[in-house]
């Protein structure tokens, strides 16, 4: 499940579960909306079990255009 939030940083899109197969194309078009609207986007992965080579293709993608990413299982750490 893809959720998506506004803090005063700006979007916060949060994967919980699996960020496998569809959910993928999910959490990428909700990426791709945020940046039109020239928001500060942030990626919340503390939650996510498992992840997919196109996942983690994503994440990089996301990663080398700027966005903020937080993961961990032991709580939020946030990659820079």
């Known amino acids: 499940m893809i959720t998506k939030s506004a803090n005063d940083d700006g979007v916060v899109l949060r994967v919980v579960g699996s960020l496998t ?3 993928v194309r999910e959490l990428e ?3 791709r909306e945020a940046r039109v609207q ?7 992965l503390c ?4 992840i ?3 996942g983690r293709v994503l994440i990089g993608e996301m990663f080398a255009n700027g966005v903020e990413l937080f993961v961990g299982p032991r709580g ?5």
């Open 38 to 44: 020239d928001a500060a986007i942030q990626v919340d």
């Open 52 to 54: 997919d080579g196109d």
């Open 29 to 31: 078009r909700r990426w």
């Open 21 to 23: 197969g569809s959910s």
């Open 76 to 80: 939020p750490r946030r990659v820079q």
């Open 47 to 50: 939650a996510t079990e498992e």
